[in-house]
DNA sequence: AATTGTAATGAAATCGATTGCAAAAATCTG
DNA sequence: CAGATTTTTGCAATCGATTTCATTACAATT
């Protein structure tokens, strides 16, 4: 079924019938016409030909690191609730099974005339070679800050310096970290920077011992094991995550240690799972979906009000500390 | 940049370049000018006018009651692999903020002219009064058995079965269940259906205590908590969720049973949460990855093989049980 | 009744690719 | 080397919409 069809099914022009769809001058007979036949038929009006003609296409591509995992999955949902109300579909691209792709990814939302794209940089080597800088159409990064470039991005830092001020408040005095790999500018180094400055403002100027883990919970384990194997009177436990800090947990306990009598231990992401372990693991729970409805939202004002594209936005979420029996 | 514009660069016809890029005979000298002027202006082609031309989108939609939960990003995950490999994009449509509207985003989709859509049924009600069926591209639906439909899904029925063998087998001969709203046959209905298949077998007539509760923790603790005042004497609880079943050891342990000493739990999903709780909690595992791989090889398989599309295919999937310290 | 302004109308061009077909060029026969 | 065969080539039509523009119809004004 083709809008040529329906013209001539309901005796009129196709210009007419472009008119009923997208509104224009048109009689009360014409319309009526027009509507029945539409009605009858059950005629949709192929977008694909819509688009190409507009040059409009109402998608947005979203890039994650993986898809299978609570933030990214939060960030996601933001998005599309904001972007499906104004009528934008959401199209995904998942770098975990092509780890080098964020810029065959780029070429083909470009290919496609895709309105714009919402990209979560999971490490920042494509900002540093220009990936994103020769791209032409809007994009907005998530979970990092970068200069020159619309991005939503989390207090790492002080929601870090927040957890380890109220391990110094528990009497903790001896930290040490498990933190993650420091191609994650967000996670891997700016927690611990927010950890550093804690500890410097409270006039401990040592470092504080860190080992570096990939995540999961069983490499959590392990870290936790070296660090107690090195520093055996640690009394604070810092980690980047809530995986870690739950195998953290476990090394601490399987080594005999009382949490929180013994050791006090705070994590990151407020994941449910820290709800039912005992004890229950204090986080910082970060705005993961509200990062999604801004990133969307940032775009939707780039495309619908048209402001100035070459101004770049830049917005910081909050944070909540979430206290529980670990600390 | 244009097709056309790149003819004129080159000197060419542009059925040369169209030639070019999908291949069809070319001389030498006139690939190798293109080759440099293509490489030069750094020319994309307009995916919307191939598509418009060919009538072949690369596009799949799938269709997902919401989009942060694990089972779910696991089988968007597993539907995106394989489809990321086999060259086409993945559009998301989130039910969550517009739950009725399953018929207007195959709508959408069919407006677009997409290959095909995945569809995650969360409850049946669509197929009922028949969403599915007037739909002119290939579906395949998820999580759910239907008749006349390609669709993968899990033997909820023997999981439960198996589950509540496993408490039989510890010595449990009072089993009661926190179930989920019947709106969802197979977790609703199907793994019900599996415990009384189990219990009837082993001679345990009368159907099991049920209470049903609505998926979250803290339901699934409340539906305990009416399970114990009504059946205080109970030993075995059988969990449709996991995050049920979590909020249920919690009841059972503030009212004082130890578990699994006066009282076995098991429930569904295997969330890492199981592991990090205390008593760590027993589940089968269902392949939700592999659910959205096998719905989206269904999916490749009608539209490269070009395999009948009349004929429907159907996948069971296994299933595996992680006894663990709650039993 | 003549003039002016506004609303309605459809023919034709356009968006940016692909493709059938006939003509031209190159290659292969004997 | 003429003739048969095959490979290259570009023109023009096409996919299914939108949109400009010139024209017609109609109502309002003087």
Redesign the interface.
């Known amino acids: 079924m083709t809008l040529r069809e329906i013209a001539e099914l309901a005796g009129v022009s196709p210009s007419a019938v472009s008119r009923y769809l997208n509104g224009g001058s048109l009689s009360a007979a014409k319309y009526e016409a027009i509507d029945k036949v539409i009605k009858e038929t059950g005629y ?6 819509h ?2 003609r507009t040059g409009r ?1 109402r ?1 947005v591509g979203i890039l994650v690191p ?5 933030s ?3 960030v ?2 933001g998005a ?2 904001v972007l ?2 104004a009528g934008y ?6 770098l ?3 780890p080098d792709s964020v810029g065959r990814y780029l ?2 939302m ?4 895709m309105a714009g794209a919402i990209v979560m940089a999971a490490n920042d080597a494509d900002v540093r070679n220009g990936t994103y800088k020769n791209c032409d159409i809007p994009l907005v990064v998530t979970g990092q800050h970068f200069k020159d470039c619309n991005c939503v991005y989390h207090d790492d830092f002080n929601a870090a310096k927040d957890l380890t001020k109220l391990l110094l408040k528990k009497g903790r005095t001896r930290i040490g970290c498990v933190s993650a790999p420091k191609t994650d500018p967000a996670v891997g180094v700016g927690r611990i920077e927010g950890v550093k400055a804690a500890l410097w403002e409270a006039g401990f100027t040592p470092a504080p011992p860190t080992v570096i883990s990939d995540f999961h ?1 069983e490499s959590g384990y392990e870290a936790m094991q070296q660090l107690l194997a090195d520093h055996p009177d640690l009394d604070g436990i810092f980690c980047a995550t809530d ?1 870690m800090g ?1 195998g953290a ?2 090394a601490l306990k399987e080594s005999g240690r009382r949490i929180p009598e013994d050791v006090s231990v705070v994590a990151f992401g407020n ?3 820290n ?4 004890p229950q693991l204090t986080t910082a729970e970060l705005y993961q ?1 509200q990062c999604g409805r801004d990133a969307a939202s940032i775009l939707l004002d780039i495309l619908e009000k048209g402001s100035e594209p070459s101004y770049t936005r830049q917005i910081m979420l909050g944070y909540r500390i979430m206290e529980r029996g670990s600390v």
Do not use: C, F, R
């Not at 949709?44 to 030909?49: D, L």
């Not at 579909?89 to 998942?94: E, I, Q, R």
């Not at 709800?275 to 005992?278: M, P």
């Open positions: 949709v009006p192929n977008q694909v030909a688009d190409l296409v998608q993986k898809i299978h995992s609570k990214v999955s939060q996601v949902e599309h609730e499906a109300e579909m959401t199209v995904l691209g998942s975990e099974h092509a070429d083909w470009q290919a496609y005339h919970m995986s739950q947990m476990m994941d449910w799972a709800q039912v372990s005992s979906t």
